[in-house]
């Protein structure tokens, strides 16, 4: 069947008081700009012709009254500052948004197929925001999928009360971070009827900008009064995981600036630094990555999913389990920085998995 799927991207609609609109393609010549550094790469790169991405910044330099682009003879294009700052809101809002805006495209997908070839099972799967779970509804073709996106206590909540048939987990392979991550949510693992599906290992630690590199070394740095931070939200793992690690050195976060602005995933911390609204934030190697910032590794975690043992024969959880161990995802998995297979598919226990960790 051919397989039909919504998606949703957010975009900025500037707008003035006499109703002029400015075109959003704007956002994507200025990225094109940003990267290429000559109009007409640029213009190429956003699919319109020379004199239309011309006309779309004279156009925008009429509407701000300031310069969008800075043209030298030699020196190719260049964003202006207000360029930057236009680009890096709309990539912003993305990041802080796509969670949410995707959780709700898998929702509205779901219907879709469902309305089109008749009711079927769908599996539905809570999770932390991450960039490998967010590769499996790319493969809807092997396994239906219901993404919600959610921090873990929310994802253990929907699998216990049935909501959910699977929920991601993630916690350190350092075992004694790990006891620790354990005791916290032990209250919600029932560790007798939960089976785990192993999935991946990630690495965590300090997403910095490149002309921090010589200030920014560790956490200790994190304290000095010139560096700014921007933290992750409080119910997220990641945010869980920071503080067991400043726990470990003796440092509070009230010691450190800017811990209490939060931001909602890894992407978005990541293009909060990038912006240069922060001087340093904590995430995945991968989300530093994309947006070409240093990264110091500070811990390895597994990210596994989990279900109750009695829904592993269920059709689409083999089918789910066989697609994360298939040539076609490892490779995907295999070009995200700072991520690596970690038996995928297979399925163990919590205390197998914690004992390998020990040995």
């Known amino acids: 069947m051919h397989r039909k799927k919504l998606q949703?991207?957010?975009?900025?609609?500037?707008?003035?008081?006499?109703?002029?609109?400015?075109?959003?393609?704007?956002?994507?010549?200025?990225?094109?700009v940003r990267d290429s550094g000559k109009l007409t790469l640029a213009a190429q790169q956003a699919g319109i012709s020379y004199r239309h991405a011309w006309n779309l910044f004279k156009r925008g330099n009429d509407f701000f009254g300031l310069p969008l682009v800075v043209m030298r003879k030699g020196h190719g294009t260049q964003l202006s500052p207000l360029g930057e700052k236009l680009l890096w809101s709309e990539q912003r809002i993305k990041a802080r948004?796509?969670?949410?805006?995707?959780?709700?495209?898998?929702?509205?997908?779901?219907?879709?197929?469902?309305?089109?070839?008749?009711?079927?099972p769908v599996l539905r799967l809570h999770a932390s925001h991450g960039y490998a779970v967010a590769l499996l509804p790319d493969f809807s073709d092997r396994v239906?999928?219901?993404?919600?996106?959610t921090n873990p206590t929310e994802a253990l909540s929907a699998l216990?009360?049935?909501e959910s048939d699977l929920a991601s987990f993630h916690f350190p392979a350092c075992p004694q971070l790990a006891d620790r991550v354990m005791a916290l949510y032990e209250h919600q693992l029932d560790l007798e009827n939960l089976r785990v599906v192993?999935?991946?290992?990630?690495?965590?630690?300090?997403?910095?900008?490149?002309?921090s590199h010589e200030a920014i070394t560790g956490l200790?740095?994190?304290?000095?009064?010139?560096?700014?931070?921007?933290?992750?939200?409080?119910?997220?793992?990641?945010?869980?995981?920071?503080?067991?690690?400043?726990?470990?050195?003796?440092?509070s976060?009230?010691?450190?600036?800017?811990?209490?602005?939060?931001?909602?995933?890894?992407?978005?911390?990541?293009?909060?630094?990038?912006?240069?609204?922060?001087?340093?934030?904590?995430?995945?190697?991968?989300?530093?990555?994309?947006?070409?910032?240093?990264?110091?590794?500070?811990?390895?975690e597994h990210y596994l999913l989990m279900c109750h043992e009695q829904r592993l024969q269920q059709r689409n959880v083999r089918q789910l389990r066989a697609l994360m161990g298939s040539p076609e995802f490892l490779a995907e998995i295999d070009k995200l920085p700072g991520y690596n297979p970690d038996h995928c598919g297979e399925i163990c226990t919590f205390a197998e998995l914690l004992d390998s960790d020990r040995h």
């Open 198 to 211: 192993r999935f991946v290992t990630r690495e965590q630690g300090l997403i910095i900008r490149r002309d």
């Open 253 to 300: 976060e009230s010691q450190i600036r800017g811990a209490e602005r939060e931001e909602f995933t890894h992407t978005a911390v990541a293009a909060y630094v990038a912006a240069g609204m922060a001087d340093a934030g904590f995430g995945v190697e991968a989300a530093a990555a994309q947006f070409g910032l240093e990264f110091i590794n500070l811990a390895t």
């Open 97 to 120: 948004l796509g969670p949410q805006i995707d959780s709700m495209a898998s929702e509205l997908n779901t219907e879709l197929q469902q309305l089109l070839a008749g009711a079927h």
């Open 220 to 251: 200790a740095d994190l304290t000095r009064p010139d560096i700014r931070f921007i933290n992750r939200n409080r119910n997220s793992g990641t945010r869980t995981l920071f503080s067991l690690l400043l726990d470990e050195r003796g440092i």
């Open 160 to 162: 216990a009360s049935g």
């Open 144 to 149: 239906e999928l219901d993404l919600q996106y």
């Open 8 to 32: 949703i991207s957010p975009a900025w609609l500037f707008k003035s008081e006499t109703g002029e609109l400015l075109d959003p393609t704007l956002f994507r010549l200025l990225k094109s």
